[in-house]
Every structure is written in structure tokens, then in C-alpha cells.
């Protein structure tokens, strides 16, 4: 089983949709993140998430909102997409906040937008 | 601001030879991680290291973690041409809130 799962592994889409990128965990942490990777591959948080609630928003644009519907699911909605805004967009996940058991990542979904 | 600077940020060894990436980072921080990334796959926890003087050590691969000096180190022992990827360190302390903050990546590459 994955313990980290993200869909879609690939996303090509135009500027100026709009599209999500869904993550689900099986392991039972408490929390839940989004990172970008940039084409230089600097890796960024965008989000994290505890039991539901927001606990970091790091500064991205306001066309980013993420949902988490329960502690196992953490989505991202981008909003307008943007030629800036391809990268690789990696969901994790650990057992409580502060990360002392270790970050678990899901497989990541390339985003290109044209 | 937690800053974490790997280095090098490219190495290209031979076979069966040793080398070190050093990680520094410049604010208190007793949490260092050490990920494995092959091109266009995730990101592979290899080490977690949560105390001065930890040494961890899997395979070739040998962790270390100063909080004193802010530093960690990744050994490669008598490499072979599996361990070719790019490592990552990354931290996290109470200034970053324990959000990671990452290196830049040192991209290996091992030659048969």
C-alpha cells in the first residue's frame, strides 16, 4: 500500500485554468504538507496542515487554497494557472507537527502549464 | 531566518572511492534530515538525526549530526554507482516553526 498517494502524477493544462492536485495518507500522521520544487529543484513549503487546521501559509499567491477534508486528505486547487507555476508539487506527511518521527512523501505531480 | 547551505552542490567520483557532503545550518536546531531523490521520483527519507553526537549509518551511507558546529555530514564509503542521486539535507528548529528548510541538493553522480 502507499503510504502517501498523489494524483495526478502528470498535469499539462493551459494558463489560466484552473486545477487540483488531491493527496491521501494511510499512516495515520497528524500532519500534512505541500511543497513545490522548482525547475532547480529547490524544494519550498507551501502549506501545512494538523488535524485539519491550517498551521503554516507560507507567502504564496491566494490562487493556491488547500483543503483538508479530514487528517488522511490534504488537496491543492490552483486557481489561474500560471507559466510560473510549473514545478513539482510534492504532498508529505508525519506524525505530529514538529516532524521528530521523520516526513513521508508522496510521489509527486509534475505541473507544466502552457 | 533558519538558512541551510549544502555543499558541494555537484560531485562526480569514481567508484569505490570515499567523500562527505557537509550540511551547515545557521540557527539552533536539533532536527536534520538526509533525503535521497533519483531524477523524476519522490523524495527517500535516509536518515533522521534528532541529537548532538548522532551517528546513523545504513549500507555505505554514514550520518553524522554537531549542533554545536550546526553541522551534519553524509559519508560515502567506497561508493558504487546505485548511490548516484541528489541529497538533500534539510532542518528544522523552533525559529522555522519545525517547518523543513532545505538545502540546495548535491547532485551525485558515480562513475563505473
Known amino acids: 500500500d502507499t503510504a502517501v498517494s498523489q494524483t495526478p502524477k502528470y498535469l499539462v493544462t493551459q494558463m489560466g485554468n484552473d486545477k487540483s492536485i488531491k493527496c491521501e495518507q494511510n499512516?495515520?500522521?497528524?500532519?500534512m504538507y505541500w511543497y513545490k520544487q522548482d525547475s532547480k529543484k529547490f524544494l519550498k513549503i507551501m502549506f501545512s496542515?494538523?488535524?485539519?487546521?491550517?498551521?503554516i501559509n507560507e507567502t504564496v499567491p491566494n490562487r493556491f487554497s488547500p483543503k483538508s477534508p479530514d487528517k488522511a486528505h490534504l488537496n491543492l486547487h490552483i486557481n489561474s494557472l500560471e507559466l510560473g507555476d510549473s514545478a513539482v508539487y510534492f504532498c508529505a506527511s508525519s506524525r505530529e507537527t514538529g516532524g521528530a518521527g521523520g516526513y513521508t512523501f508522496g510521489s509527486g505531480t509534475r505541473l507544466t502549464v502552457v | 531566518e533558519l538558512k541551510v547551505e549544502q555543499n558541494p552542490l555537484f560531485l562526480s567520483m569514481q567508484e569505490g572511492k570515499n567523500y562527505t557532503i557537509y550540511c551547515n545550518y545557521s540557527?539552533?536546531?536539533?532536527?536534520l534530515y538526509w533525503y535521497r531523490q533519483d531524477p523524476g521520483k519522490s523524495l527517500e527519507s535516509l536518515f533522521v538525526?534528532?541529537?548532538n553526537g548522532a551517528v546513523k549509518q545504513e549500507g555505505r551511507l554514514m550520518a553524522s549530526l554537531d549542533t554545536k558546529a550546526r553541522l551534519s555530514t553524509l559519508h560515502i564509503t567506497a561508493a558504487v554507482h546505485d548511490l548516484s542521486a541528489t541529497y538533500f539535507c534539510?532542518?528544522?528548529?523552533?525559529?522555522?516553526?519545525?517547518?523543513?528548510?532545505w538545502g540546495a541538493g548535491t547532485k551525485l553522480i558515480i562513475k563505473p
Open positions: 496542515y494538523n488535524n485539519k487546521e491550517l498551521i
Open positions: 499512516l495515520g500522521h497528524d500532519t
Open positions: 540557527t539552533t536546531s536539533d532536527r
Open positions: 538525526l534528532l541529537s
Open positions: 534539510a532542518v528544522a528548529s523552533l525559529d522555522s516553526n519545525y517547518q523543513l528548510i
